[in-house]
């Protein structure tokens, strides 16, 4: 993921809270705010623990990598992509 994102690792994160909360990878890039989850299912749901981390980090999006065989977007500025589609439905970000 960091790869085809085209980030350092000094930009990548792990991101939780004391109550539970919790992301995978947090890319923070100047004022760019992107979270990043991993799933096993096929079909994710947006969950609270997103929701918080889109309130608390003032994230552009959320991406979830799934297990499934499509991407779809899951709610506003939360995106379902599916493992298999990685390198056609993520966009690297482009020149530091």
């Known amino acids: 993921?960091?790869?085809r994102l085209g980030v350092q690792p000094e930009e990548c994160f792990f991101w939780a809270t004391?109550?539970?909360?919790?992301?995978d990878l947090l890319v923070?890039?100047?004022?760019?705010?992107l979270g990043f989850e991993f799933k096993r299912t096929t079909a994710p749901i947006p969950t609270?623990?997103?929701?918080?981390?889109?309130?608390?980090?003032?994230?552009?999006?959320i991406t979830v990598v799934h297990a499934?065989?499509?991407s779809y977007p899951m709610a506003e500025g939360m995106t379902a992509i599916a493992a298999s589609r990685i390198l056609r439905d993520l966009?690297?970000?482009?020149v530091r």
């Open 91 to 94: 966009r690297p970000l482009g």
């Open 28 to 33: 923070v890039r100047g004022r760019l705010r």
């Open 48 to 61: 609270r623990s997103m929701h918080i981390a889109v309130k608390d980090l003032r994230l552009k999006e």
């Open 1 to 3: 993921m960091i790869s």
């Open 18 to 23: 004391h109550t539970g909360a919790e992301l």
């Open 68 to 70: 499934g065989s499509r």
